[in-house]
């Protein structure tokens, strides 16, 4: 009986974990703006009723 | 078609390990999920003429949405509605390596179309034949997963449905780093990086084809006896698709999908301007919380989905609704106290929770219908989301918009929308408790051998 190896098991994980570790990478690069942005600003002024 | 893709050709030996499958299944799911993050290119190719700003003779964002997002949605559904009952026959390995072909030549067939400036070509490639590939590539890896992974159905679902979540999260930067590096003075660079994408993802598709296997009949893991996860609504019989759309239990669990991607996709495709309307905070900074936003969806799909092995299916969803629920009416709270963390929190939570409706059905569905054409009757149910990819979206538009024109103020335009999707979620929770177990007169005549029914080829 030819068995798995854990070897390549660890390696096909391997494959798809890069990527998207690339991407999970880049989402929380981005989002950090969110975080360190100052103080919310006063929200808009109702748009008036059309007439 | 060679052998090498058959059915027969995929049955695991004895001592194969589960555990290259998932694998398998995230990549397909990451590839295909690349839809989610299509948005990258509606901007550029609405330059496709005019290159650094859109001239008459360009194509509109809304039809290019059309003819890529939409179409490819629609197509989802269709193909896995229709051709559940094949990818059961012809196994994953067929599956995935037709997938990858249309999925792959679909983007070929859009870069011809954006080379051409035809949206016709584009609709045909992204839309139709990509959409197919779609389709195939969603549901082939969900019933594989289910088959090898009788004793964690949930986490299975979840770490196969988390990969397409992730899609947006891979594809989309991707794609900004290809058009950056291909734009030239005459060119967006929108056509080249399609050409990329295509070689890149078949290969990654393939390398899925390549180390998917399916259980050998009667193969169960190890110390696993079936039936022992009892639960009332856990069945050791089988119900084929044809019979499964003929139960109640089927058309509650299409309602609770529908109601939970209604709801959660509302948000999603609002998330961007509602955070700037409500917190009049700048693009870049809404920007990051989509991505946020993109990351709750893809953890909420194996977390919640893994959970749901513990807590059992029924009672996961009774909590997906109502948390969801309240959480929908904490998001005006939220702005009237000018909180943008409990927004954030609010409105992230929302968001995995909508994921892990996907993740969760495939398992649902398992339990109430068994094995033998999960992936058949797994593709019907999806056409839920086919409609609330409709609904959702349109539903918060409209309303925001006809409140703004109503004189209310844009920071709280989107009330009125939110108490609605908590509504829906309601409605959700209702179909949800009304599942009950299926009746034995659906059940597979010959005592429940999957085998049984697997059509002849």
């Known amino acids: 009986m030819k068995k798995t190896s854990p070897l390549s098991v660890a390696l096909a994980f391997l494959v798809v974990a890069l990527p998207l570790g690339w991407g999970l990478y880049r989402s929380i690069k981005n989002s950090m703006p969110l975080f360190t942005a100052g103080k919310p600003v006063a929200p808009a002024p109702a748009v008036p009723a059309p007439k | ?457």
């Not at chain 2, 179409?71 to 037709?98: D, H, I, Q, Y």
């Open chain 2, 1 to 457: 078609m060679p052998s090498f893709l058959d059915r027969a050709r995929t049955v695991a030996s004895p001592g194969f390990s589960r555990w290259l499958v998932p694998p398998a299944a995230i990549a397909v799911q990451m590839c295909v999920g690349e839809i989610y993050g299509f948005s990258v290119f509606n901007i550029p190719m609405t330059r496709a003429i005019g290159i650094t700003k859109s001239v008459p003779e360009d194509w509109t964002v809304a039809h290019v949405v059309l003819a890529t997002y939409s179409l490819g949605l629609v197509m989802l559904g269709l193909s896995a509605a229709f051709l559940g009952k094949w990818v059961e026959r012809e196994g994953p390995r067929k599956t995935m390596f037709v997938s990858s072909c249309c999925f792959c030549g679909g983007l070929l067939v859009a870069s011809l179309g954006v080379r051409l400036h035809s949206l016709a070509v584009v609709a045909l490639g992204y839309g139709v034949i990509g959409g197919i590939g779609l389709g195939l590539g969603y549901i082939a890896p969900v019933s594989t997963l289910v088959k090898w992974f009788p004793d964690r159905p949930g986490m299975a679902t979840g770490l196969a449905i988390m990969g397409f979540g992730s899609g947006a999260l891979v594809g989309a930067p991707f794609g900004v780093e290809l058009m950056n590096h291909f734009k030239t003075a005459t060119s967006v660079g929108v056509s080249e990086t399609f050409l990329v994408m295509a070689a890149c993802y078949f290969v990654m598709m393939n390398f899925a084809a390549w180390i998917v296997r399916v259980p050998a009949p009667g193969w169960a893991p190890e110390g696993f006896v079936p039936g022992s996860h009892s639960g009332k609504l856990i069945t050791t019989h089988q119900v084929v698709a044809d019979e499964a759309i003929k139960t109640p239990q089927f058309y509650l669990l299409w309602g609770v999908l529908c109601c939970n991607v209604t709801a959660g996709i509302g948000i999603l495709a609002q998330a961007s301007p509602m955070c700037q309307d409500m917190f009049g905070v700048t693009p870049v900074v809404a920007g990051g919380f989509v991505g946020l936003l993109s990351i709750s969806n893809m953890i909420g799909r194996f977390l919640w989905s893994s959970a749901s092995d513990f807590t059992g299916r029924k009672a996961i969803y009774v909590v997906y609704f109502l948390l969801g629920c309240v959480l929908y009416c904490l998001i005006p709270f939220s702005e009237r106290i000018g909180s943008v963390a409990l927004f954030v929190a609010a409105t992230c939570i929302i968001i995995s929770m909508y994921g892990a409706g996907f993740a969760t059905i495939p398992a649902y569905l398992r339990d109430l219908f068994g094995t033998v054409q999960v992936g058949a009757i797994h593709g019907r149910v999806i056409t839920a989301w086919s409609m609330a990819a409709i609904l959702g979206p349109q539903l918060v538009t409209y309303l925001s918009s006809y409140q703004r024109e109503h004189g209310v103020p844009k920071n709280e335009a989107y009330n009125t929308t939110l108490y609605i999707m908590a509504g829906i979620l309601l409605v959700g929770l209702v179909c949800n408790l009304l599942v009950r177990p299926v009746d034995p007169s659906h059940h597979l005549a010959d005592g429940g051998a999957p085998e049984a029914a697997l059509p002849k080829s």
